[in-house]
């Protein structure tokens, strides 16, 4: 099973583009503190597809705190003759954990619900003919 789970900010904003084909794809990176080692971080390459990067490229900025779920990939290519490896997470699905104007403040996004006041106005019966199910 090859499944990832990384809570963190983004180090830059992400790089939003088209391939050949035309299908959207968005590189970024995330800083992930460790658990046991305060001031720490891995810094963690990511990549999104379709309509998920398009959303990354459209919403999301540097520092902005993101929940991301994918699968760990190892990339092998060579540079002037020198065989490297990179890893990235592939994105298969990301949570906006803060709101936009809470992006650089560390503070949880607070959210209030209201239930709406009942209705004192009287209401129409329904006729079941009006509909076509």
Avoid: W
Avoid at 96 to 122: C, D, I, N, W
């Amino acid at each position: 099973m090859n499944l990832v789970v990384l809570t963190g900010r983004l180090t830059r904003d992400p790089e939003l583009k088209y391939g050949q084909s035309g299908k959207a794809y968005s590189r970024f990176s995330i800083a992930v503190d460790r658990t046991f080692q305060r001031g720490e971080a891995d810094f963690i390459n990511c990549v999104a597809f379709g309509k998920t990067a398009e959303l990354i490229g459209e919403y999301l900025r540097k520092g902005r705190k993101v929940g991301v779920q994918g699968a760990l990939q190892m990339n092998r290519y060579e540079v002037n003759g020198e065989k490297r490896t990179s890893y990235d997470v592939v994105v298969s699905n990301i949570e906006f954990l803060e709101s936009k104007s809470g992006a650089g403040s560390h503070a949880p996004e607070e959210k209030t619900y209201e239930k709406p006041a009942p209705s004192s106005a009287p209401s129409a019966p329904i006729d079941d003919d009006e509909f076509p199910f």
